[in-house]
């Protein structure tokens, strides 16, 4: 099975993302052909640029990674819904108040991933995860819309349609010591994505 799996650059002024982080120490497990992509926290460039990979690459899914601050746990989203409403600008200056992502779609979209059998995979695995049902309103659920619309337009009909959807993972820092070295996370949400995408195919 083909994966693209995104992450996006740090924002709001912060030096790294931990979906960045996420995504490129991810390791795919046996059966999973692992492609990453780091995306622009930007309002429709970060969809853009997915689109187009996956138009490059076409995957058998598609998983965009975001962080979420203050969640403890990896939370694989259940919706991506129509509308931004940022609380913050994004990073070209953007910042959208009650404006839809897609003008002629619809009010939302669901995940197509098996969110239920990622949640229990990472359990398994002993990693805090579970179920969101909110991915909120700045570009991590623009992104999810995003891409759900994409696939849903291209392929109207599911033939061919990729699975697609959205994970957050916790905004964990690895720690930056007085030295200048970096003492790094211990059991890290590269980890729980490894074995949440052993939920693809099994």
């Known amino acids: 099975m083909k994966v693209l799996l995104s992450g996006f650059d740090p924002f ?3 030096r790294v993302n931990a979906a960045q982080l996420a995504v490129e120490g991810c390791r795919a497990p046996e059966g999973i052909e692992l492609y990453k992509l780091i995306v622009p926290t930007v309002f429709g460039l970060a ?3 997915v689109a187009e990979e996956a138009q490059r690459l076409r995957p058998d899914a598609i998983i965009c990674v975001g962080e979420a601050g203050g969640r403890k746990a990896v939370t694989p989203e259940r919706v991506g ?6 609380r913050i600008p994004d990073n070209e200056g953007n910042q959208p108040i009650d404006e ?3 003008a002629d779609g619809p009010d939302a979209y669901f ?4 969110i239920k059998a990622m949640v229990q995979c990472m359990k398994d695995a002993g ?3 579970e179920v969101s049902n909110s991915a909120g309103t700045f570009v991590c659920n623009s992104l999810m819309y995003g891409v759900l619309h994409y696939v849903n337009t291209l392929f109207p009909n599911a033939d061919g349609r990729p699975l697609a959807g959205f994970i957050h993972v ?3 820092r690895p720690a930056e010591n007085a030295d200048g070295s970096v003492t790094p996370i211990p059991r890290t949400s590269a980890e729980a994505l490894g074995e949440a995408l052993k939920a693809l195919v099994k």
């Open 170 to 172: 916790p905004a964990d």
């Open 127 to 129: 990693y805090d995860a």
């Open 47 to 49: 969809a853009e640029k």
């Open 12 to 14: 709001g002024g912060d």
């Open 111 to 114: 995940s197509t991933l098996p």
């Open 81 to 86: 819904i129509n509308i931004m409403d940022a």
């Open 100 to 102: 839809k992502i897609a």
